[in-house]
């Protein structure tokens, strides 16, 4: 993909870990979903290649296992998040920009999980960015655990397993296989959406909120001489 770095891009990822190639994908998917300094990671995009590689028998083991090992990454990477974000969040959040961090992403995943409650830890799943910090957050938050735990295994199935699944039947495709760099492009297109939504969204709600402000402003009380 040549706007990211070969090293950061999902074919140069997996293909870079050589033989151990499946638990730098684990290792990968669960500092994605866990860790703050994973928010970079290109998920997403990794784990529809980890499928296609799977069903070109560059990744031996079988689907199922794949799914499965991915889905519990992903599951103890929400965990660990949300330990982090009970015990140490609020230190860390309440820090300054730098390079890396930004306060605005934590500000627009609180935003984002107001929206859409316990739900919003699923839908996540399938957004850059948002998904490393709403664990975290939830912990900060002292969300209940049985709750939480509840939804970020439903989260981690939906995203990990169905994702890979994804790649590797697409990956049997003559086309995709020939345009692989095209269907990653359409991957972290897809994966934008949502908050390409939040934004439009966004900015028409701050638009009918002035155009009503203006409107109140005009109609001015009626006062009897």
Same mark, same amino acid.
């Not at 499946?22 to 994908?25: I, Q, S, V």
């Not at 760099?181 to 897809?190: G, K």
């Given at each position: 993909m040549?706007?990211?770095p070969s090293w950061?891009?999902a #074919?140069g990822?997996?293909?870079?870990? =050589?033989g151990?190639m499946?638990?730098?994908?684990c290792?990968? !998917?669960f500092?994605?979903?866990?860790?703050?300094?994973?928010?970079?990671?290109?998920?997403?995009?990794?784990?529809?290649?980890?499928?296609?590689f799977?069903a *070109?028998?560059?990744?031996?083991?079988?689907?199922?296992?794949l799914?499965v090992?991915?889905?519990?990454?992903?599951?103890?990477?929400? +965990? $660990? =998040?949300?330990?982090?974000?009970?015990?140490?969040?609020?230190?860390?959040?309440?820090?300054?920009d730098s390079?890396?961090?930004?306060?605005?992403y934590?500000?627009? $995943?609180?935003?984002?999980?107001? *929206?859409y409650?316990?739900? &919003? !830890?699923?839908?996540a799943r399938?957004?850059?960015?948002v998904? $490393?910090?709403?664990?975290?957050?939830a =912990?900060?938050?002292?969300m209940?655990q049985?709750?939480?735990f $509840?939804?970020? &295994?439903? =989260?981690?199935v939906?995203?990990?397993?169905?994702?890979?699944?994804l790649?590797?039947f697409l990956?049997?495709?003559e086309?995709?296989?020939?345009?692989i760099?095209?269907?990653?492009?359409? !991957?972290?297109?897809?994966s934008?959406?949502?908050?390409?939504?939040?934004?439009i969204?966004?900015? *028409? #709600?701050? *638009?009918?909120?002035a &155009?009503a402000a +203006?409107? %109140?402003? %005009?109609?001015?009380?009626?006062?009897d001489?």
């Open positions: 040549s706007f990211l950061l891009s #074919e990822l997996l293909t870079g870990l =050589g151990f499946l638990a730098g994908l290792l990968v !998917i500092a994605e979903c866990g860790l703050l300094v994973g928010f970079f990671l290109p998920g997403d995009s990794l784990l529809f290649m980890a499928g296609l799977a *070109k028998g560059i990744i031996t083991e079988p689907l199922w296992l799914c090992l991915l889905s519990v990454c992903a599951f103890v990477g929400n +965990a $660990t =998040g949300y330990w982090i974000g009970r015990w140490v969040g609020p230190k860390l959040f309440n820090k300054p390079r890396l961090f930004k306060q605005e934590v500000s627009k $995943t609180h935003e984002f999980f107001d *929206k409650g316990p739900r &919003a !830890i699923v839908l399938f957004v850059p960015i998904r $490393t910090f709403i664990t975290a957050i =912990g900060v938050g002292k209940e049985k709750k939480f $509840t939804y970020s &295994a439903i =989260g981690g939906l995203w990990a397993a169905g994702l890979t699944v790649g590797f990956g049997q495709i086309f995709v296989r020939n345009n760099e095209a269907m990653i492009i359409l !991957i972290v297109l897809l934008i959406v949502p908050i390409i939504i939040e934004v969204k966004a900015r *028409k #709600e701050k *638009k009918h909120a &155009a +203006a409107a %109140q402003t %005009q109609v001015l009380p009626k006062i001489g």
